[in-house]
């Protein structure tokens, strides 16, 4: 014999339930069919019976619901000529459901054993329905009662099976005594001995198939349901999880104890006694493999199986001096929560035996807190113990394998991981039998935490990055290209799963947690709401995703200051704008303690040379303890793209505006022609050599006439340069008499740095500097006579773009 479970989902609808006969009607062996109610229908039962008990006329709203659902689908699946019989039958069970709410309205009050019968027509009134549809459709069916087989006790909600002799018996006279080849029965009902209702906890449709199963020695139990099999962590959770192919009873039971929902823990005993295996499936993909719960015969299996985790814990804290060494704390302590029917769901104490501390269900931290400080009101009025401490809002995650107990390193694994990604651990736990190593976590942090662990446990590596880009421009949108490009490759070859998952100029933003389309994203941008950077970080935040990346790409001094709270929430920062990092020394400080605080990587290479490897390399050569004596460079690709083109025999007005048009100048030109931006660069440089360092305190010799570097827009600017054409001629001739060559100089020695327009002559390394070329050359300890040159082009919207790039993979490989 066989038995089937049908979820919820897959009795949800009359389609669903057709499905649900073609995969019965393949089974050869006689079959018992246990199903769930109509799925979300013992929600709505639970609902109407609340509201009916709080004098509120709106559960017959609800009620109606329900009467609707069951009619409906009799109406879709059982042929005309046979639907009298069952309406009329359903209708009637509908009337007594009516009356039991309507007693429940009247009282006021809804008892444990009025709230179970109640509940009980979910599963009475889905699985009589399946049966006429069965049997409509020529399956040789017969209905049953499963309360008439399974006896409990009266612990209405979550009731225990009294005698399991008696319910087996009872569940293998029958089935040997039915000639029908299909049985369709209701799970999570049951009978108490006074023949009341009662039923097993929510999800125990599962365990009631299990227990019919182990009765009748069934050749093996199937789960079908909405997922195909048991996933290495919860599917709607993490994207990326498996299905798991093969797991023993104990990792299947610590899985499911620990929040995977998918099968209802006690479901495990009665079949493990038996070594009858269960096989979860899926009743939308019937084909696909599910999973297999066997004994365990793979010695070497994978070390974690799986990462579950319950929402909604809460913790309780005993603690207090007249703890230590007394005997007997511990066991009132939990003797209370038994008496109060609370289950604890993880447990831990210091060794100091200072405090005692449970994780329990959010849902009776009430009753719990009451117990307890009732049961030790004297040790608290003598303050030898501090009245029970709550915490709430937490979660419990946990990571679950048969052969974690062999292997070393995997807490520190876990919990490196949880950290890396800013997850505030509250407890550890590890179950005795090493099976299981759980923490409690703030309930926040549960998908960023599973999805952290999935990727370290079972992605082989992988690592996704979530990026959030704002300023979408010459850069933005060339480095949206690049990745577009490179996506596979990383994947493929870095192991580095690139996602886009917000992006913003400065008219819109817009969001898609799968990932935006790097094909139209110009089209969804225009679609997003209205841009806003505080709601933009907001986003960011509130998504709370792994491996979050803000980039910035804009020249704005705004954005610039929302790093610290990018920072502070553990996401890096990657950014082509110097203002962060030129700005007041305090600021650029906060913001490196603040990265280096919350293990976010705050990276800035493109702040000078563009995609140069300048800074990268300025860090390795201090970090490997050389020390940086004197740094000369020529840093603006703009200026040296505008002085490598002008001559005599052009204008310094029309080769300014060439190197603007081609993005090499910042968009407003005079902050590269003033000497800002590169006083800006050397200034960073100082920085990162370990100088405090200051913008006014470098010297800078503008070149430009008083009212050009007067004006305030980028119009009245480039008409001073027309007119101001002479002075830029003069400039040019100077030098060119001497046969040397303009260039804008950044340098820094002793502490001090300058910048400043220089006659090059010939030989010198800067003098055949072409185009938009950067170089920089760094003398240090190491390097004292021959410096360490790094030049190659420094501007451009391409090069930075593939600048910020390599930034972005730098935190990848993090
Ligand atoms: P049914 O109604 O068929 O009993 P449930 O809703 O009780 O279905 O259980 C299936 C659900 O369990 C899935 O839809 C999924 O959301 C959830 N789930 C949680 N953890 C896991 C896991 N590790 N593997 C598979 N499903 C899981
Ligand atoms: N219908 C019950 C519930 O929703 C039992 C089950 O589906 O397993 O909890
Ligand atoms: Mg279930």
Wanted: aromatic share 8%; glycine share 6%.
């Amino acid at each position: 014999m066989k038995v089937l479970k049908f979820g919820g989902t897959s009795v949800a609808n009359a389609k669903n339930i057709e499905l649900v006969k073609d995969i019965v009607s393949k089974s050869t062996s006689k079959t018992a069919v246990v199903v769930s109610a109509f799925g979300g229908v013992t929600d709505l039962l639970l609902e109407a019976a609340q509201l009916a008990s709080i004098h509120q006329k709106s559960y017959k709203d609800v009620f109606l619901k329900i009467e609707e659902r069951h009619i409906n689908t009799i109406k879709e699946l059982i042929p005309v000529t046979n639907q009298s019989k069952v309406l009329s039958k359903v209708k009637t069970e509908l009337n007594i459901l009516e009356t039991l709410l309507e007693g429940a309205f009247f009282i006021g009050e809804i008892t444990p054993k009025l709230s179970d019968k109640i509940v009980s027509y979910g599963e009475l009134l889905s699985s009589y329905i399946i049966s006429e549809y069965f049997i409509a459709q020529g399956l040789n069916t017969a209905y049953k009662d499963s309360r008439e087989l399974i006896k409990t006790n009266a612990n209405y909600g979550k009731a225990a099976i009294k005698n399991f002799n008696e319910t087996n018996s009872l569940i293998k006279n029958f089935f040997n005594s039915t000639e029908s080849k299909i049985t369709v029965l209701g799970g999570f009902i049951a009978s108490s001995t006074q023949g009341d209702s009662t039923t097993l906890g929510r999800g125990g449709s599962d365990y009631t198939a299990s227990i019919i199963a182990a009765a009748i020695d069934a050749e093996n139990l199937e789960i079908w349901t909405d997922v195909s099999g048991m996933f290495t962590a919860n599917p709607r959770i993490v994207k990326q999880a498996k299905a798991i192919a093969n797991i023993s009873y104990e990792e299947a039971m610590e899985l499911s104890h620990f929040g995977a929902k998918v099968l209802y823990p006690p479901t495990i005993q009665p079949v493990l006694a038996k070594g009858i295996s269960i096989a979860i499936k899926n009743t939308f993909n019937p084909e696909s493999q599910g999973t297999i719960i066997t004994k365990n015969l793979d010695k070497n299996g994978r070390t974690v199986r799986g990462i579950s985790h319950i929402e909604n814990i809460s913790l309780l804290s005993l603690e207090g001096s007249g703890m230590v060494g007394i005997p007997g704390i511990s066991k009132r302590f939990f003797e209370v929560l038994s008496v109060a029917q609370i289950s604890i769901v993880l447990i831990t104490q210091a060794s100091s035996e200072h405090s005692i501390c449970v994780g329990i269900s959010a849902d009776d931290v009430t009753t719990a807190e009451a117990a307890i400080n009732s049961e030790f009101e004297y040790e608290i009025s003598l303050r030898k113990i501090k009245p029970v401490l709550v915490e709430n809002d937490l979660a419990i995650i946990a990571l679950v394998g048969d052969h974690m107990k062999n292997h070393q390193g995997l807490s520190g694994k876990m919990f490196s991981t949880l950290g890396k990604n800013n997850v505030n651990i509250r407890v550890i736990a590890q179950g005795s039998s090493e099976r299981n190593i759980s923490a409690v976590i703030d309930k926040c942090d549960v998908k960023k935490a599973l999805n952290a662990l999935h990727e370290k446990f079972f992605e082989e590596n992988t690592k996704q990055l979530n990026l959030f880009i704002m300023g979408v421009g010459n850069v933005g949108s060339k480095l949206l290209h690049q990745i577009k490009q490179q996506k596979k490759y990383l994947k493929d070859n870095l192991k580095l799963n690139i996602r886009v998952v917000g992006i913003s100029n400065s008219r819109t933003m817009f969001f898609d947690e799968d990932g935006i389309s790097l094909k139209n994203w110009e089209t969804q941008l225009a679609s997003g709401d209205k841009a806003d950077k505080e709601k933009f970080f907001s986003k960011v935040n509130e998504l709370n995703y792994r491996n979050s990346i803000f980039i910035d790409n804009t020249a704005s001094d705004v954005v610039s200051r929302t790093y610290a709270d990018y920072l502070r929430n553990s996401i890096s920062v990657v950014t082509c704008n110097k203002i962060a990092c030129s700005s007041e020394y305090d600021n650029y400080s906060k913001l490196k303690y603040l990265a280096q605080k919350y293990n976010a990587p705050f990276l800035f290479e493109t702040n000078v040379g563009a995609g140069l490897p300048i800074i990268d390399t300025l860090k390795h050569l201090i970090a490997s303890g050389d020390k940086i004596l004197k740094i000369q460079a020529v840093l603006s690709g703009s200026l040296n793209f505008v002085f490598n083109n002008f001559s005599s025999s052009t204008t310094f007005h029309d080769i300014v505006k060439e190197a603007q048009e081609e993005g090499y100048t910042e968009p407003d030109p005079k902050i590269d022609l003033s000497g800002i931006d590169v006083a800006r660069k050397i200034l960073i440089l100082a920085r990162e050599s370990g100088y405090k360092l200051d913008i006014d305190e470098i010297t800078n010799k503008p070149f430009l006439p008083k009212e050009s570097l007067a004006t305030t827009n980028n119009e009245d600017f480039f008409a001073s340069l027309i007119k101001n054409e002479d002075s830029f001629q003069d400039m040019f001739n100077e030098s060119d008499k001497k046969d040397c060559k303009l260039k804008y100089v950044a340098q820094f020695e002793n502490g001090k740095a300058s910048v400043g327009l220089q006659h090059i002559p010939k030989g010198h390394d800067f003098y055949n500097l072409e185009g938009s070329d950067n170089i920089v050359l760094f003398f240090t300890e190491r390097y004292p006579n021959q410096p360490m040159i790094i030049k190659g082009a420094g501007a451009g919207a391409d090069v930075t773009a593939s600048g910020i790039f390599a930034d972005i993979i730098r935190i990848g490989n993090f």
